[in-house]
């Protein structure tokens, strides 16, 4: 059997080409094309926002300050990625996340130190609820005094310390005694403090805050899982509902030629309010 070439028509790819329906179609690719870049270009920009905030964590030292009203603040850019990468980042703040249980959202970690001296701690005694019980005889040599030593802060922040106090009889004439020990037997604290993150200046930031006087943070790490790369994060994000609003897209559809008195298709813009969007 002969072979057949079917030859190109060349005529009808150069109408076609300059035709009104094959400018509609490009335009169409072109805006397609633009919307695809444009989409990378967001992506990129959303890449280098969060590579930029852990180069600041990675460099970043631990910051203090005292408020005008006495409150001590303390505050550290913190890490943004995904689990699998944070140990690139800090391996010791990523194994305290691997050994969590559940699907960690953020995890912070802080090393608090308390020092007062004595200066200090009288500034905040309780004179009215000052307990030192009277002096009770142990043995021929040993006597005990019990006590209670409050100390407030303010409303929310105290210190409660119990103890007692043995003293010895060296010798009873002259009377000579001595101390032999002081030990407490029990302590209740309250420490108000607040704890959280915070943006400042496009930084990512967890921070300590508290009146607690001689109260200073000694490091401070946070971390935040990648909201990209997190399912319940996207979970709680604004979701699809009844009427959306308007948008603007491309669309074809059949329709009617008046003027030729047939149909075709018919491919352009579309302004189109959204009943529900999936």
């Known amino acids: 059997m002969a072979d057949v070439t079917k030859k190109i028509d060349w005529t009808k790819i150069f109408t076609f080409i300059k035709s009104r329906v094959f400018t509609i179609i490009l335009i169409i690719g072109l805006i397609m094309f633009s919307a695809w870049q444009w989409s990378k270009i967001e992506d990129l920009k959303n890449q280098k926002t969060i590579s930029d905030q852990n180069i600041i964590a990675l460099t970043d030292t631990l910051h203090e300050k005292i408020k005008e009203n006495g409150e001590y603040i303390a505050w ?18 990523s194994k305290k996340v691997k050994a969590q249980e559940g699907d960690i959202i953020t995890l912070n970690e802080a090393v608090i130190r308390i020092q007062q001296d004595s200066a200090m701690l009288a500034k905040y005694l309780s004179e009215k609820d000052k307990l030192i019980q009277r002096i009770t005889q142990i043995d021929d040599h040993t006597y005990l005094a019990a006590w209670t030593l409050p100390y407030k802060y303010d409303s929310l922040n105290f210190d409660i310390f119990y103890g007692k106090t043995y003293i010895g009889v060296v010798n ?80 074809a559809t059949t329709g009617f030629n008046i003027t030729t008195g047939k149909y075709g298709l018919v491919i352009g813009p579309t302004v189109v309010w959204n009943i529900y969007t999936f």
């Open 76 to 93: 550290k850019a913190i890490y943004i990625s995904k689990i699998k990468d944070l140990s690139d980042l800090n391996e010791n703040l």
């Open 172 to 251: 009873k004439d002259p009377l000579e005694l001595a101390h032999v020990n002081t030990e407490i037997i029990k302590r209740i604290s309250q420490i108000d403090l607040v704890f959280g993150e915070r943006v400042v200046k496009n930084q990512y930031q967890v921070y300590v805050q508290s009146v607690y006087p001689g109260l200073t943070v000694k490091s401070l790490n946070g971390f935040m899982t990648d909201p990209n790369d997190n399912k319940y994060i996207k979970s709680l994000m604004k979701k699809e509902h009844w009427l959306q609003g308007f948008s603007v897209g491309l669309g």
